[in-house]
């Protein structure tokens, strides 16, 4: 398994790989790799010769009042994951080369970013798809694996490769949970036993709603539930899984989305009616 910290090295290998013949997989993180993640890299495995792991926390997605400076980060422990889970290469870029001394081109995407994290955390998809659009073009990957756990992140960035003519494919894989049914984030090492077992809340939610229901109703029955376990309700949404437009009445393949604060760490959630 390869290293690399200098976009270019890495931008250079790719290329040699692709004139190989050699079909490229990318899987994006932001690190402190959990089971969640690995599962994306097997998955990368299964449908690529060479798999690049991407582990960058990235300034330009994170608000002043975030959390950039204490997200996690285990560089060694990142490294030996990667590689038990079959990954080729591991980028470790810093935040100096991936954004030069004045860095002025951003991507926005300006529909389905607009509503939910997008609303209450501003620039945050900018951000994202910045560095995902430069890891797309450092990487020369064919295909790109995200997990549904960031459901409008995957979203935003199907849209900005349908858009903006990306020769690649986006593969979304299913959330990966802790036994207990808490989604699996790199964030709920901020929890303690407590909030943990609060949290569990917002998996029950999201599995609430079914096809058919109105959803003014049940959205007010989960938030109060939510509120009832001791958590801070960000949003609760109902919508229609393509467009993240609200369903007045949910239907089938509409997205439940939720986030909601367990004490200062903001936890996000969601299911697919089935």
């Known amino acids: 398994m390869k290293k690399f910290t200098d976009p270019a090295i ?3 290998w790719c290329a040699n790989q692709k004139k190989k013949g050699n ?3 990318l ?3 932001m690190g402190y790799l959990h089971e969640g993640h690995l599962s994306l890299i097997r998955e990368a495995k299964k449908r690529a010769d060479i798999v690049v792991v991407s582990v960058f926390v990235n300034p330009v997605q994170f608000g002043p009042n975030e959390d950039y400076d204490k997200y996690p980060r285990d560089e060694k422990a990142d490294w030996k994951k990667c590689r038990e889970a079959g990954a080729s290469a591991v ?4 935040k100096e080369n991936m954004y030069l001394d004045r860095h002025s081109v951003y991507i926005n995407e300006e529909d389905l970013s ?3 994290c997008g609303a209450r955390r501003p620039g945050h998809f900018r951000g994202v798809c910045t560095v995902v659009a430069k890891l797309f073009n450092l990487s020369h990957c064919d295909i790109a694996i995200f997990g549904q756990k960031d459901y409008q992140q995957a979203q935003v960035i199907k849209r900005m490769v349908r858009d903006l003519n990306f020769d690649l494919e986006i593969v979304v894989m299913p959330i990966v949970r802790e036994k207990s049914g808490l989604a699996m984030s790199s964030r709920n090492t901020y929890l303690d036993e407590d909030m943990r077992k609060k949290a569990l809340v917002l998996s029950e939610a999201v599995r609430t709603p079914k096809a058919g229901d109105k959803t003014a109703v049940i959205s007010k ?4 539930k939510i509120e009832k376990a001791g958590l801070k309700i960000d949003y609760f949404e109902c919508v229609d899984g393509a467009t993240l437009v609200r369903s007045a009445k949910i239907k089938k393949g509409d997205a439940i989305l939720v ?3 367990a004490g200062k760490t903001r936890l996000i959630d969601n299911s697919i009616v089935k």
């Open 10 to 12: 890495l931008q250079k």
């Open 23 to 25: 079909k490229i997989a």
């Open 27 to 29: 899987v994006p993180t």
């Open 91 to 94: 980028f470790f870029p810093t």
């Open 114 to 116: 607009l509503g939910l």
């Open 221 to 224: 029955k989960c938030i109060a």
């Open 259 to 261: 986030a909601a604060f």
